[in-house]
């Protein structure tokens, strides 16, 4: 059984840098064909896919977040990392990280999510 859980900081203040990690248990994130995203959810509104990290460590970013976003992941741990720079309180949302087979955008395995708040 795969699990994802979700760690960050919970509160960042407006220009920070935002760092959420994904850790990994039941299979690892090297494993072909396996595509490991993250996804938010702003209040109010629906979920907001962010980008990917493939099996391959190659990457691919939402257009609208691209020149903000960075996701990395360390092999040893089973975790990948998000980055999002110069966030604003606009940024507010529950982050998520999630499995998805071959980029398909059907993801099997979620996890709970952790809330992110930008503000001073």
């Known amino acids: 059984q795969v699990q994802l859980q979700e760690s960050g900081p919970g509160l960042v203040k407006p220009s920070q840098t935002l760092s959420v990690t994904c850790t990994v248990s039941?299979?690892?994130?090297?494993?072909?064909?396996?595509?490991w995203s993250w996804i938010r959810q702003p209040p109010g509104k629906g979920l907001e896919w962010i980008g990917y990290?493939?099996?391959?460590?190659?990457?691919y970013y939402s257009p609208s977040l691209k020149s903000r976003t960075s996701i990395s992941r360390d092999t040893s741990k089973n975790q990948f990392t998000l980055q999002l720079s110069s966030v604003t309180p606009e940024d507010t949302a529950v982050y998520y990280c999630a499995r998805d087979r071959g980029g398909t955008g059907y993801y099997d395995y979620w996890g709970q999510g952790t809330q992110v708040t930008v503000s001073s």
């Open positions: 039941g299979g690892a994130i090297t494993t072909s064909y396996y595509y």
């Open positions: 990290i493939r099996y391959s460590g190659s990457t």
